[in-house]
């Protein structure tokens, strides 16, 4: 299809429980990104993958968050033991194939909230 | 390291007025700049984009932008802003060196009044 679809849309954990997010990037786009978007509409970068390689994980907090892309499957970021400041809206992009030539398309977001 | 700044945390204009949201940039090499508008509990909808060419970029629902090399700027403009434009607008750029990530402004809120 033509959206990146995220699921689910809305999540609610426990402080210390799991949080898996899912998105299905646009078929045909190789170019994988993940944002965290915090109360104040900041937008932080997180990671990025081209195809199911990691490319730019240099905004990921490495210890409790990891992220995959595997061939045929959902792209999926979780968080292990999740924290308050967890809590924000999560967002994927992607792009067909340099970025910047062809935009990226963004999902609706999962909204994480940590209780 | 790239970045953006929106000045203005919210803009406030009349149905029917002129809507300018403002945007200037800090970027390695030459930039590439995006609008995006997030309506609520909405993701990013692309409104346009400068990658090379004409300084004044057309887009989505009468958008325009305009690219200022000398004051590192791309303010978003409407001639004639509707109710419905009210929204929160994103300013992001990513520069032709260094990472591949967009850098995004932290966004205006636009309120447009009837």
């Known amino acids: 299809g033509e959206e990146v679809a995220q699921t689910p849309k809305h999540l609610v954990r426990g402080e210390g429980q799991k949080a898996k997010l899912y998105c299905a990037p646009i078929?045909?786009?190789?170019?994988v990104f993940w944002y965290q978007q915090v109360l104040k509409n900041e937008f932080k970068f997180l990671i990025s993958?081209?195809?199911?390689?990691?490319?730019?994980e240099t905004g990921m907090p490495k210890e409790r968050f990891s992220a995959k892309c595997l061939p045929n499957s959902p792209c999926s970021l979780e968080i292990q033991a999740t924290k308050l400041e967890d809590s924000a809206v999560y967002f994927c992009?992607?792009?067909?194939?340099?970025?910047?030539?062809?935009?990226?398309?963004f999902g609706s977001g999962t909204r994480l909230t940590v209780v | 390291a790239q970045s953006v700044a929106q000045p203005e945390d919210q803009v406030n204009v009349a149905e029917g007025n002129p809507l300018t949201v403002k945007c200037t940039y800090s970027?390695?090499?030459?930039?590439?700049l995006f609008w995006y508008v997030q309506y609520p509990n909405r993701g990013l909808q692309f409104l346009l984009k400068?990658?090379?060419?004409?300084?004044l970029v057309k887009g989505s629902y009468g958008f325009e932008a305009e690219f200022n090399k000398s004051q590192t700027s791309f303010h978003l403009k409407k001639p004639s802003a509707l109710v419905s434009d009210s929204a929160l607008y994103f300013c992001?750029?990513?520069?032709?060196?260094?990472?591949?990530?967009?850098?995004f402004g932290k966004g205006n809120q636009v309120v447009v009044i009837p």
């Open positions: 992009a992607s792009s067909r194939a340099l970025p910047a030539n062809y935009g990226y398309t």
């Open positions: 078929k045909g786009h190789s170019y």
């Open positions: 993958f081209q195809n199911e390689n990691v490319f730019d």
């Open positions: 970027v390695s090499g030459n930039p590439y």
């Open positions: 400068y990658i090379t060419g004409d300084n």
């Open positions: 992001a750029v990513r520069g032709t060196r260094g990472n591949n990530r967009l850098a």
